[in-house]
């Protein structure tokens, strides 16, 4: 196995994602550092480390900066296999169903949890122009999407509760005694419903299953974290070098050439739909799983910046001149 520096995750409270990501360290006893980032951008720290890439949270070990909770998950289970995310017997399912989860799911429950009641509660300490940016921010970043109206999104959230508990009655958690990734990907929009939008919650309580399997999901904990900085974590980047590919925490590196761009060429790589912001740099990997990009710049150093395949978009940068 390859030896692991410090995790450092990259991330603020109440983000959702940020959430799923806490609980699957805390599910493998992991010690991780943590480095409170902006919600909204201006994000120049953020920015420094991925280059372009600015939604929460994102993982860093050394020089290696991982994008993306699908891809996260990945590197965990490679830095600690037990427990594990993905069981044999469940590797496929639990997959597909994380990605329902994570898009489908989530989607419709951040469509009802935000709608004027829930945004009121969280902005509501706050002064108004907190609210407003943080809306054009969002809708900066989901510019290329369709977004549920909350009534439509509230009848689809109904409708997803019951499937899920209708796989909570059956076992402690949704695919048997253990959690699985599955498990991580299907609570943290259900715990921003819960938790940072309380005048909405009772929407669960239509599903007193979900309600006992989240409990048995917030009691595992978020492992043991050290508060940490980014500029301490720019300079873990610098100071370090980033791993080649074959020996980094992703599982594989043979290239799979799908859109006819060697290694080594200049590419962007954006999200599919949510946040619209390309990462630029040079093409190290591009296997059946993940991209890698080699990134240089006066304050890191080199970096490699990796997303997942699945949900991000590769592009050629046209030679100018």
Not at 30 to 42: D, F, N
Request: aromatic share 10%; charged share 20%.
């Amino acid at each position: 196995m390859t030896p692991v520096t410090d995790l450092i995750l990259h991330h603020y409270p109440r983000s959702p994602f940020s959430e799923k990501i806490r609980l699957v360290l805390g599910n493998k006893k992991l010690a991780w550092k943590s480095v409170v980032i902006p919600a909204i951008m201006p994000k120049p720290d953020v920015l420094t480390l991925t280059g372009g890439y600015r939604k929460t949270p994102f993982l860093q070990v050394g020089a290696d900066i991982y994008c993306d909770s699908a891809l996260i998950c990945d590197v965990l289970e490679h830095v600690q296999p037990e427990p594990p995310l993905y069981p044999p017997h469940l590797k496929g399912v639990s997959r597909v169903f994380a990605q329902w989860a994570d898009s489908t799911l989530f989607w419709a429950a951040m469509a009802y949890n935000l709608q004027p009641k829930g945004a009121a509660h969280v902005f509501g300490s706050a002064p108004p122009e907190v609210g407003k940016a943080f809306g054009e921010d969002r809708k900066a970043m989901s510019a290329n999407m369709i977004r549920l109206r909350s009534g439509d999104a509230t009848s689809a959230y109904r409708s997803y509760l019951r499937r899920i508990a209708h796989m909570a009655e059956e076992h402690d958690f949704l695919f048997g005694i253990e959690p699985c990734v599955a498990d991580f990907a299907a609570y943290h929009a259900l715990w921003y419903t819960r938790v940072q939008v309380k005048p909405l919650a009772d929407i669960l309580n239509a599903t007193p299953a979900v309600l006992e399997w989240m409990d048995r999901m917030a009691a595992i904990g978020h492992g043991r974290l050290e508060a940490f900085d980014s500029q301490s974590a720019i300079t873990v980047a610098n100071k370090s070098e980033p791993l080649p590919p074959g020996a980094n925490l992703l599982i594989d590196s043979a290239f799979q050439d799908d859109h006819g761009i060697a290694l080594g060429s200049r590419v962007t790589i954006t999200a599919e739909s949510f946040g619209p912001e390309p990462t630029e740099g040079t093409l190290m990997a591009a296997t059946r799983t993940h991209y890698t990009l080699r990134r240089e710049g006066p304050l890191t150093g080199a970096v490699h910046v990796h997303f997942p395949r699945v949900g991000y978009v590769l592009r050629a940068v046209e030679a100018v001149g």
